[in-house]
Protein backbone atom coordinates (compact mmCIF):
# COMPACT_ATOMS: atom_id res chain seq x y z
CA UNK A 1 0.00 0.00 0.00
CA UNK A 2 1.98 3.24 -1.37
CA UNK A 3 -1.02 5.74 -0.68
CA UNK A 4 -1.98 8.42 1.61
CA UNK A 5 -5.44 9.37 1.94
CA UNK A 6 -7.43 11.68 3.08
CA UNK A 7 -10.81 12.72 4.58
CA UNK A 8 -13.49 13.98 3.78
CA UNK A 9 -12.78 15.08 -0.17
CA UNK A 10 -14.88 18.11 0.19
CA UNK A 11 -15.76 19.91 3.63
CA UNK A 12 -18.02 22.83 3.39
CA UNK A 13 -18.46 24.46 7.48
CA UNK A 14 -19.62 27.76 8.96
CA UNK A 15 -17.60 29.71 11.24
CA UNK A 16 -19.09 28.23 14.37
CA UNK A 17 -18.91 24.32 13.62
CA UNK A 18 -16.33 21.82 14.71
CA UNK A 19 -15.05 19.38 12.02
CA UNK A 20 -11.79 16.91 11.35
CA UNK A 21 -9.97 16.20 8.59
CA UNK A 22 -8.30 12.80 8.49
CA UNK A 23 -4.71 11.08 7.07
CA UNK A 24 -3.85 7.85 6.75
CA UNK A 25 -1.10 6.03 5.72
CA UNK A 26 0.40 2.12 5.83
CA UNK A 27 3.84 2.94 4.35
CA UNK A 28 5.28 2.84 7.98
CA UNK A 29 6.21 6.31 7.49
CA UNK A 30 6.92 8.19 10.26
CA UNK A 31 7.04 11.81 9.30
CA UNK A 32 3.63 12.84 8.72
CA UNK A 33 2.85 16.59 7.58
CA UNK A 34 -0.21 19.31 7.16
CA UNK A 35 0.05 21.68 4.29
CA UNK A 36 -2.20 24.37 3.88
CA UNK A 37 -2.67 25.41 -0.19
CA UNK A 38 -4.35 28.35 -1.72
CA UNK A 39 -4.84 28.41 -5.29
CA UNK A 40 -1.96 29.10 -7.26
CA UNK A 41 0.08 29.19 -4.98
CA UNK A 42 2.82 26.54 -3.27
CA UNK A 43 2.04 24.30 -0.24
CA UNK A 44 2.20 26.55 2.95
CA UNK A 45 3.49 23.79 5.88
CA UNK A 46 1.77 23.91 8.45
CA UNK A 47 2.59 20.87 11.08
CA UNK A 48 5.13 18.34 11.02
CA UNK A 49 5.10 14.85 13.30
CA UNK A 50 7.61 12.60 13.72
CA UNK A 51 7.36 9.60 15.59
CA UNK A 52 4.35 10.49 16.57
CA UNK A 53 5.27 13.84 18.25
CA UNK A 54 4.76 17.21 17.37
CA UNK A 55 7.93 18.66 15.80
CA UNK A 56 7.45 21.47 13.43
CA UNK A 57 4.38 24.08 13.97
CA UNK A 58 5.17 26.74 11.48
CA UNK A 59 2.92 29.46 13.60
CA UNK A 60 -0.42 28.05 13.10
CA UNK A 61 -3.40 29.59 14.54
CA UNK A 62 -4.91 27.69 17.55
CA UNK A 63 -7.98 27.22 15.81
CA UNK A 64 -6.32 24.21 13.81
CA UNK A 65 -5.31 21.46 16.15
CA UNK A 66 -3.42 18.72 15.07
CA UNK A 67 -3.72 15.24 16.81
CA UNK A 68 -1.61 12.24 15.81
CA UNK A 69 -3.23 9.30 17.69
CA UNK A 70 -0.83 6.56 16.31
CA UNK A 71 1.85 5.67 13.29
CA UNK A 72 -0.49 5.73 10.85
CA UNK A 73 -2.83 8.70 11.58
CA UNK A 74 -2.90 11.95 11.11
CA UNK A 75 -5.85 14.24 12.06
CA UNK A 76 -6.50 17.79 12.06
CA UNK A 77 -9.50 19.60 14.10
CA UNK A 78 -10.90 22.72 13.17
CA UNK A 79 -12.70 25.14 15.48
CA UNK A 80 -14.22 28.66 14.73
CA UNK A 81 -12.18 28.83 11.28
CA UNK A 82 -12.59 32.02 9.53
CA UNK A 83 -13.58 32.39 5.53
CA UNK A 84 -9.59 33.13 4.77
CA UNK A 85 -8.92 29.43 5.76
CA UNK A 86 -10.73 27.65 2.70
CA UNK A 87 -8.34 25.96 1.07
CA UNK A 88 -7.16 22.55 -0.03
CA UNK A 89 -5.41 20.71 2.94
CA UNK A 90 -2.55 18.12 1.93
CA UNK A 91 -1.18 15.15 3.87
CA UNK A 92 1.77 13.91 3.12
CA UNK A 93 4.38 11.26 4.93
CA UNK A 94 7.88 9.92 4.65
CA UNK A 95 10.33 8.28 6.03
CA UNK A 96 13.05 11.07 7.44
CA UNK A 97 14.42 12.75 5.05
CA UNK A 98 13.12 11.01 2.48
CA UNK A 99 10.04 11.45 -0.47
CA UNK A 100 6.88 12.64 0.85
CA UNK A 101 3.83 11.07 -0.70
CA UNK A 102 0.87 13.48 -0.87
CA UNK A 103 -2.44 12.86 0.06
CA UNK A 104 -5.28 13.37 -2.67
CA UNK A 105 -6.20 16.76 -0.20
CA UNK A 106 -9.89 18.00 1.31
CA UNK A 107 -10.69 20.99 -0.28
CA UNK A 108 -12.13 23.10 3.01
CA UNK A 109 -15.12 25.63 2.24
CA UNK A 110 -15.56 27.68 5.28
CA UNK A 111 -18.55 30.34 4.90
CA UNK B 1 13.31 36.23 -0.44
CA UNK B 2 12.71 32.67 -1.33
CA UNK B 3 15.23 30.24 -0.99
CA UNK B 4 13.80 28.28 -4.08
CA UNK B 5 12.96 29.94 -7.46
CA UNK B 6 11.92 28.68 -9.72
CA UNK B 7 11.82 29.52 -13.70
CA UNK B 8 9.62 29.93 -15.89
CA UNK B 9 6.38 30.82 -14.18
CA UNK B 10 4.42 29.82 -17.06
CA UNK B 11 5.16 27.96 -19.92
CA UNK B 12 2.87 26.88 -23.21
CA UNK B 13 4.21 24.48 -25.60
CA UNK B 14 2.95 22.72 -28.53
CA UNK B 15 2.65 18.86 -28.40
CA UNK B 16 5.95 16.96 -28.95
CA UNK B 17 8.37 19.74 -27.92
CA UNK B 18 11.12 19.49 -25.01
CA UNK B 19 10.29 21.27 -22.34
CA UNK B 20 12.48 22.56 -19.46
CA UNK B 21 12.00 23.85 -16.43
CA UNK B 22 14.29 25.28 -13.83
CA UNK B 23 15.13 25.44 -10.26
CA UNK B 24 17.62 27.39 -7.96
CA UNK B 25 18.06 27.16 -4.52
CA UNK B 26 20.12 29.33 -2.24
CA UNK B 27 20.19 26.77 1.49
CA UNK B 28 22.09 23.75 1.54
CA UNK B 29 20.12 20.99 1.01
CA UNK B 30 20.49 16.85 1.50
CA UNK B 31 17.96 16.33 -1.30
CA UNK B 32 15.52 18.00 -3.95
CA UNK B 33 12.22 16.99 -5.16
CA UNK B 34 10.38 17.50 -8.06
CA UNK B 35 6.48 17.40 -7.88
CA UNK B 36 3.44 17.41 -10.31
CA UNK B 37 0.32 19.02 -9.41
CA UNK B 38 -2.99 18.25 -11.92
CA UNK B 39 -5.65 21.27 -11.59
CA UNK B 40 -7.68 20.37 -8.25
CA UNK B 41 -5.64 17.39 -7.64
CA UNK B 42 -2.99 16.31 -5.08
CA UNK B 43 0.32 16.65 -5.48
CA UNK B 44 3.12 13.13 -6.81
CA UNK B 45 6.25 13.15 -6.52
CA UNK B 46 8.58 13.10 -9.78
CA UNK B 47 11.79 12.90 -8.67
CA UNK B 48 13.51 12.94 -5.46
CA UNK B 49 17.79 13.73 -6.10
CA UNK B 50 20.60 14.28 -4.30
CA UNK B 51 23.20 14.09 -6.95
CA UNK B 52 23.63 13.77 -11.00
CA UNK B 53 20.55 12.86 -13.38
CA UNK B 54 17.91 10.78 -12.95
CA UNK B 55 15.15 9.63 -15.71
CA UNK B 56 11.60 7.46 -15.71
CA UNK B 57 9.84 7.78 -19.06
CA UNK B 58 9.91 11.09 -20.79
CA UNK B 59 10.75 13.03 -17.82
CA UNK B 60 14.58 13.44 -17.33
CA UNK B 61 16.03 15.61 -13.36
CA UNK B 62 19.51 16.62 -13.17
CA UNK B 63 20.68 18.19 -10.30
CA UNK B 64 24.39 20.47 -9.74
CA UNK B 65 24.94 20.76 -6.41
CA UNK B 66 27.25 23.23 -6.49
CA UNK B 67 25.83 25.51 -9.06
CA UNK B 68 22.59 25.21 -6.97
CA UNK B 69 20.37 24.61 -9.53
CA UNK B 70 18.24 21.37 -11.20
CA UNK B 71 16.43 20.98 -13.93
CA UNK B 72 13.16 18.94 -14.69
CA UNK B 73 13.16 18.09 -18.98
CA UNK B 74 10.26 16.80 -20.67
CA UNK B 75 10.55 15.16 -24.14
CA UNK B 76 7.82 14.51 -26.79
CA UNK B 77 5.17 16.97 -24.35
CA UNK B 78 1.64 16.37 -24.40
CA UNK B 79 -1.34 17.76 -23.15
CA UNK B 80 -1.52 14.79 -20.54
CA UNK B 81 1.48 16.58 -18.96
CA UNK B 82 -0.35 19.67 -18.41
CA UNK B 83 0.01 20.54 -14.98
CA UNK B 84 1.67 22.90 -12.74
CA UNK B 85 5.94 21.23 -11.62
CA UNK B 86 7.08 22.16 -8.03
CA UNK B 87 10.23 22.52 -7.08
CA UNK B 88 11.22 21.45 -3.46
CA UNK B 89 14.57 20.92 -1.22
CA UNK B 90 15.34 19.56 2.07
CA UNK B 91 17.65 21.56 3.85
CA UNK B 92 17.87 19.76 6.82
CA UNK B 93 15.42 17.00 8.84
CA UNK B 94 12.32 16.73 7.37
CA UNK B 95 10.56 20.05 6.11
CA UNK B 96 10.14 21.07 2.99
CA UNK B 97 10.87 24.56 1.66
CA UNK B 98 9.09 25.00 -2.26
CA UNK B 99 9.39 26.95 -5.15
CA UNK B 100 6.36 28.84 -6.49
CA UNK B 101 5.60 26.61 -9.75
CA UNK B 102 5.70 26.33 -12.99
CA UNK B 103 2.50 26.17 -14.67
CA UNK B 104 2.57 24.38 -18.22
CA UNK B 105 0.00 24.10 -20.37
CA UNK B 106 0.49 21.79 -23.26
CA UNK B 107 -1.34 22.19 -26.47
CA UNK B 108 -2.25 19.26 -29.28
Known amino acids: DTEVTQTPKHLVMGMTNKKSLKCEQH?????MYWYKQKAKKPPELMFV???????INESVPSRFSPECPNSSLLNLHLHALQPEDSALYLCASSRPGGAQFFGPGTRLTVL | KNEVEQSPQNLTAQEGEFITINCSYS?????LHWLQQHPGGGIVSLFMLSSGKKKHGRLIATINIQEKHSSLHITASHPRDSAVYIC??????????FGTGTSLTVIP
Open chain 1, 27 to 31: MGHRA
Open chain 1, 49 to 55: YSYEKLS
Open chain 2, 27 to 31: VGISA
Open chain 2, 88 to 97: AVIPTGNQFY
